[in-house]
């Protein structure tokens, strides 16, 4: 059997929601101090394809997670990151791979769906004092290949993207060590190994790396004293123990038969997080089954257009940290060719040895989320004008997280899906 030069395809992120836990001191240690104190939400215009890219992404959002969602326990996933890359992928594609990568970011392909993609990505990020989404794009080569210049020109000017070289076949242990180096440069040394020593080998010529850093206060912070032991009621029927925190608020809050959803603002109002709490202790599973894109974009809306009422909120604290191999997800959502040898088709990438194509072989994708009370001190406008608000009429809801749930984190500004998970218990 002929042994070919594969492309791999690595999309790290983390996710810091509000600040770092005190157990675990990141190194390096994040320090937004040169960054600049920006006391408004930052705008975000896009154009009218970048738009349409949003719905897209958000679609395939969706389809990402219900194929994850088959395993057990929590899973968590960066929409975003997934597609970063795999558009990066799409704009080296030739004829005979174009067409499924099309069909699974939803769009038409070629140079404007580059460019619609890289300004949505671009466009999302930001850094400022307090908090920071951060996208990073670059791509490995070995020595012994050379990008097409037109495949170069594209993702340097539409993703950003660094090009850096590598010994994949002399030195491969360097080039892996590299590339770790760099995801953990990029998440605050909180994915310090992303690549293990089967990830890479002597026959791999294309590194695709992704990371998204998110890092926010939340808008009305969770005191430390009211946080107290709580149970925890897992999918098996038992019970563990979480740090349950507490606060009664004032927010966007949804119920239906079966669900209750609760919006939770980040500080400065760029992005926030939805959580969906199914009423059946064991509800998650045909919540899940029901979560379609219409769907979940329609109970988003109506998130949005609900009045302000007052919750008496319960949310652990937790952390999950997850790795998938995207490669069998992807295969069965349709991009196919790409992953075979001999039928791939990535000419518009760059030239490769004769009967020596590339093709993608692996798609690793690694998060880390931390979600506790503490933030930066600040009062949020909305919290100012809930204070006012007329709901003394009848009592406060009730919102207790304390069976799975499901939590989609998303750029308020545009409607993009960040993050999307769920959390049945446990911290791994």
Known sequence: MVRLPPMLMALPLLLAGCNE???????????????????????LKLSPAAQQQ????????????????????????SPASIGAALGMAQAGAGPGSAGEFAALL??????????????????TSF????????????????????????????????????IEQADFQG???????????VAARDTYGRIPALLGEDDLGADTRLVLLNTVYFRAPWSSPFEPEATHPAPFHRPDGSDTQVQMMAQTKYSNYLETPTFQAIKLGYDWGE??????????????????KSLGSQSLSDWLGKLDGVADIEVDLKLPKFKIADRLDLAPILQALGLKTAFEPFKADFTAMADAAPGRPLYLSKVIHQTELDVDERGTVAVAATSLEYAAAAAEMEPPKKFIADHPFLFVIRDRRSGLILFIGRFTGGTA
């Open 21 to 43: 836990p005190s157990q675990k001191a990141p190194a390096p240690a994040f320090d937004d101090s040169k960054l600049p104190e920006v006391a408004e939400t930052i705008a």
């Open 54 to 77: 949003v719905a897209a992404y958000n679609a395939m959002a969706l389809r990402l997670y219900a194929d994850a969602a088959k395993r057990e326990g929590n899973v968590f996933l």
């Open 106 to 123: 939803g769009n038409s392909g070629g140079a404007a769906a580059s460019a619609a993609q890289g300004e949505l990505l671009k466009g």
């Open 127 to 162: 850094e400022a004092r307090g908090r920071v989404l951060k996208v990073r794009s670059s791509l490995w080569l070995d020595q012994s290949t050379n990008l097409r210049p037109g495949f170069a020109e594209t993702i340097k000017r539409d993703w950003n993207a660094a």
């Open 171 to 181: 030195d491969t242990q360097g080039a892996r060590d590299a590339i770790n180096q």
């Open 271 to 288: 992005t926030e997080m939805a959580v969906f709490l199914p009423k059946s202790r064991n509800g998650l599973t045909a919540f899940e």
